[in-house]
C-alpha cells in the first residue's frame, strides 16, 4: 500500500497501522 512509504520514516505510525491490521482481521 502507499502508506507504507510514508511510515517507513515513522516507526509510531507503523505501529499504528499495524493495530489497525489486527482489528480489521476480528471485525472481519
Do not use: D
Not at 15 to 28: A, C, G, K, P, Q
Amino acid at each position: 500500500y502507499a502508506y507504507r512509504m510514508n511510515t517507513r520514516m515513522n516507526p509510531v505510525a507503523e505501529r499504528f497501522w499495524r493495530e489497525l491490521r489486527e482489528l480489521e482481521i476480528v471485525l472481519s
